[in-house]
């Protein structure tokens, strides 16, 4: 058991009316809970991610998750799996 | 590793990817498609089984022009469909750096939760120790 929760960022704008999003946080909690450990997961908009400023909040996750579908901003979402890539962030693009 | 000149702009970066990324021949939405899992991958790893049948909800793909690029250029293509299009790629160098094109989270659930996420999470929580 971690003594903190563990951050994970979710790239992408939620749409609750997506079944494909409604089962990345359900997944995420089947997994939370078959590893025992906490997880905080936070859902990124994709137009925040344009920026350099957008993408500074990534030295907070653990984890970065590209959610399925068309989001707002493809610029938002490729800068932010370019960053996953460069420093090492366990990325998991669905 | 492979660098592509991608573009800054919002118009001419769509442009650049609508190079990379073609429509399905026949679109996947809501059906379930085979894979062959390259011997020795990230992917073969966490399914340890060379083939497996996954739920996907998509209708695009890698343009076939480009993977032979993209696996010169460092990305291993990890996952083919029978008739041989990539649907999951990865990166050797890096702790974790998995795509795909189908949707894992379609088929966790709580009583089998899916192995590609819990590999996920198990890299995230080492990740959070360093």
Redesign the interface.
Known sequence: M?ASK???GVIGDFDETR??HL??N??????????F?E?EIVWLPTKELETEDGLESFQHF??L??A?GNHA???GM?RAIQV??QR??????? | MLRLAAPEGRYELKSFFDRLITPLSCSLVVESQDIRLAAGSLAHSIYTTPAISEKFNCSYSLSSRYGELFATGGMGLSGHSEDGEVRIVELADHPFFLAMLFQPQLSSTKEHPHPVICRFLTQARNQALI
């Open positions: 971690c563990v951050a994970i079944p494909a089962a990345t359900r997944a995420l909690d089947h997994g939370s809970a078959a590893l450990t997880f653990s984890g998750w590209g399925p901003s493809s610029l490729i996953a890539r090492h962030i366990p990325y998991l693009g669905t």
